[in-house]
C-alpha cells in the first residue's frame, strides 16, 4: 500500500531539488547577446567568412598551389595563378593568385579548405553579416577578403601597375 507521507516528501524533495538549479542560474552572469545593439562574442573557432593572410612582411600567404579549391566539397573557389617575378611579387612562393574567389552562395563553412591550405593562407574569419537578397554580392573577391597589411609593411607590387611601368 502507498504510503501518502512518503509521496509528500518525494514531491518535496523534487520540488526543492528543481527550484534549486533555477535559483543557481538566476545568480549566474547573463549570457545574453545585445547585437545588434552591441558585437556579438564568438568562440575562437567560429566559421565565418574567410581571410587570406599575409606574412609578417606583408606578402600573402596564397601560393596558388589550388589545394584548397580542390578540397572544397561545394566546388565554390575560384582562383587563377600568375608567376612572381622580380618586379613583381605579391606572394613569398613562386606563384600567387591572381584572382581568388569564393561564392557564399555554395560555401557550406566545412572548413576543409583551411585544412588543406600547406601555407595557413586562407582562414576563418569571424565576418557573418553577409546576407543579402542579391545573389551576385556572395561572390567575395581576394580584395574583400585579404588581411589588411601589417603596421610598416609597404604593399606588395601590384602586377598591372608594374606592367605598366615598362
Ligand atoms: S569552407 Fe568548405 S565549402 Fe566553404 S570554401 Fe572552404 S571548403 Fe569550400
Ligand atoms: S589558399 Fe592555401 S591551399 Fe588555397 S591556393 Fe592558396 S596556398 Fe593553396
Request: net charge negative.
Amino acid at each position: 500500500m502507498p504510503n501518502p507521507i512518503g509521496e509528500i516528501l518525494d514531491t518535496a524533495a523534487a520540488i526543492a531539488k528543481g527550484m534549486g538549479v533555477t535559483f543557481k542560474e538566476m545568480m549566474s552572469p547573463t549570457v545574453t547577446e545585445y547585437y545588434p545593439d552591441e558585437p556579438p562574442k564568438f568562440e575562437e573557432r567560429y566559421r565565418g567568412v574567410h581571410v587570406l593572410q599575409r606574412d609578417a612582411n606583408g606578402l600573402e600567404k596564397c601560393v596558388a598551389c589550388f589545394l584548397c579549391a580542390v578540397a572544397c566539397p561545394a566546388n565554390c573557389i575560384y582562383i587563377e595563378a600568375a608567376e612572381n617575378t622580380d618586379t613583381v611579387r605579391i606572394s613569398g612562393g613562386e606563384r600567387y593568385a591572381k584572382v581568388y574567389n569564393i561564392d557564399y552562395n555554395r560555401c557550406i563553412f566545412c572548413g576543409y579548405c583551411v585544412e588543406a591550405c600547406p601555407t595557413d593562407a586562407i582562414t576563418h574569419g569571424h565576418g557573418f553579416e553577409i546576407a543579402s537578397f542579391n545573389t551576385s554580392t556572395l561572390i567575395k573577391r581576394k580584395e574583400d577578403m585579404l588581411a589588411p597589411l601589417p603596421a610598416g609593411a609597404k604593399p606588395p607590387v601590384v602586377a598591372e601597375e608594374a606592367g605598366a611601368a615598362h
